[in-house]
């Protein structure tokens, strides 16, 4: 990005309506009637008619402006080539979870990374994402790609002791090699310190050691403490599925979250992938009820992604008990679609369902957790708000599009409603990254047609890698049978 952009001065003018941070009592409230003016990347005024002459003005009637959604788990490298595979592919052997053995033989091959990744990017910034916790294996033009795409971004190259695999299709087993993870552990430290001194400025570096049950004691403790010697944040998929529970259970007596507390690897920056089988899960019937004020008495933050697993039948129980308990809540898109406002849907619907109560959680909650919630866990005052001093990052909504109105409420008509099709125009660091419903900085077309055929080759061999030798389309029919009609 060029530096001399710093000097131009933008105004948001007689913005309808806006959700901006009330620093007093820590909350975002609706304004009504505001300008809002950024300088460079960083927003120098919020208030009534800025007294200002800027370079640029950005009309805001009929227009929502809400801060960027922040989206603290994602893995835009691996999952989109996955869709129309795997919505409804979980194995009932494993309590439904599909990543152990079934999800695993359609992985694309390293060619596919760039246009995936450039895929999950894309349908993020178009529902509003501005910064994303990118939790990908390590591949050639990541951080180049990662800062065209225009997002501010967190890199954190994943990484193992161990690989899950099954030769039955019932029994998950692991393939442990201390050495390879002790080498990806090493290179997610080095593209770690690539992505900080990357020239686009909007990278940053995380760790991200890939699950609780795949990676040695040693590996986890050594990785949260170069976090934490380096301030970065660390993040680890925990307690994801009955079977990983089981697995805890029976190797140390202790749930997965126990386990996780033991070693000392819940802290205020740790990001906890999932949290959804903790010791209350009522599918368990284990005997503690501990996990969750653990999480709470640490403030480490869940990362909560409801999307996929709701399509498995499984539901964190639930959002509300969480929140009350005093966990930071945010929120991811973990696989597909990388939709936040979909997932913000998702949060509000499914924590009512698992608590059978209206009140379990309201939009407000779901706003906190999808800006500021993953703000905090990043250890980020700068980002998730609209107020003076923070990054102009920023999402302008069209209130007059049919899915917005009547416009009464606009969180409420954007999340359960219009979601990203409202979506008009998305800043980052001052740029607009979106226009017109349009992502200006990749070619996303081009990219779709990629993974596209990287799909159906990815598919063609899906024999070779399956335990039982079977095609893709015995481990993942189509919805509907084909018919053939006579010549
Ligand atoms: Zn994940």
């Not at 991200?208 to 403790?221: F, I, K, N, Q, V």
Request: charged content about 25%; some cysteine.
């Amino acid at each position: 990005m060029e530096r001399h952009l710093a000097l131009v001065t933008t105004c948001l003018r007689k913005i309808d309506w806006a959700a901006v941070w009330d620093e007093s009592s820590k909350s975002h409230r609706y304004a009504r009637d505001i300008d809002i003016a950024f300088a460079g990347g960083t927003i120098t005024y919020v208030g009534p008619r800025y007294p200002g002459s800027p370079d640029r003005v950005i009309e805001g009637a009929g227009r929502f402006v809400m801060p960027g959604l922040v989206n603290v788990h994602a893995h835009p490298q691996v999952q989109p080539i996955f869709k129309g595979i795997i919505e409804e592919l979980g194995n009932p052997r494993f309590y439904m979870s599909g990543m152990y053995d079934v999800k695993r033989v359609f992985r694309g091959t390293g060619e596919a990374s760039l246009a995936a990744a450039a895929v999950g990017y894309g349908e993020l910034l178009l529902s509003g994402v501005t910064t994303v916790a990118d939790q990908s294996g390590n591949y050639p033009g990541w951080l180049d790609q990662f800062a065209a795409s225009g997002l501010r971004g967190y890199a954190g190259r994943t990484y193992s002791s161990a690989s899950w695999y099954t030769d039955n299709g019932h029994e998950l087993k692991y393939r442990w090699d201390e050495t390879a993870g002790r080498r990806d552990f090493e290179d997610a430290v080095r593209l770690g310190e690539a992505a900080e001194r990357h020239p686009c400025g909007r990278l940053s570096a995380m760790l991200a050691p890939d699950s609780l049950d795949t990676g040695s004691e040693e590996l986890l403790r050594d990785s949260l403490a170069e976090a934490e010697r380096r301030g970065w944040p660390f993040t680890v998929h925990c307690a994801e599925s009955v079977i990983e529970f089981n697995e805890f259970t029976r190797k140390t007596g202790l749930t997965p979250v126990q386990w996780a507390s033991s070693l000392g690897l819940l802290r205020p920056r740790t990001i906890l992938g999932h949290c959804i089988f903790v010791d209350s899960h009522s599918w368990l019937h284990w005997h503690t009820r501990n996990d969750i004020r653990l999480i709470a008495e640490s403030n480490a933050c869940v990362a909560h992604c409801p999307n996929t697993f709701a399509r498995y039948g499984q539901a964190l129980e639930d959002f509300g008990s969480y929140r009350r308990a005093g966990i930071n809540m945010a929120l991811g898109t973990d696989t597909f679609p990388h939709n936040m406002l979909e997932e913000m849907r998702l949060a509000a619907i499914v924590a009512r369902l698992a608590a059978e109560d209206i009140a379990a959680v309201s939009t407000g909650d779901i706003f906190h957790a999808a800006t500021v919630g993953g703000a905090d866990a990043l250890g980020r005052r700068d980002i998730g708000r609209i107020a003076v001093g923070a990054k102009a990052d920023l999402v302008v909504v069209d209130a007059t599009s049919i899915g917005m109105r009547p416009m009464r409420d606009p969180l409420r008509s954007l999340i359960y409603t219009a979601a990203d099709r409202a979506v008009s125009t998305v800043i980052i660091d001052g740029e607009i990254v979106v226009e017109n419903g349009r992502v200006l900085t990749l070619d996303l077309d081009a990219a779709i047609n990629t993974l596209e055929e990287a799909q159906r080759r990815a598919e063609a061999t899906v024999p070779e890698r399956d335990y039982a030798g079977r095609g893709g389309t015995d481990i993942s029919p189509l919805s509907l049978k084909s018919i053939e009609f006579d010549a």
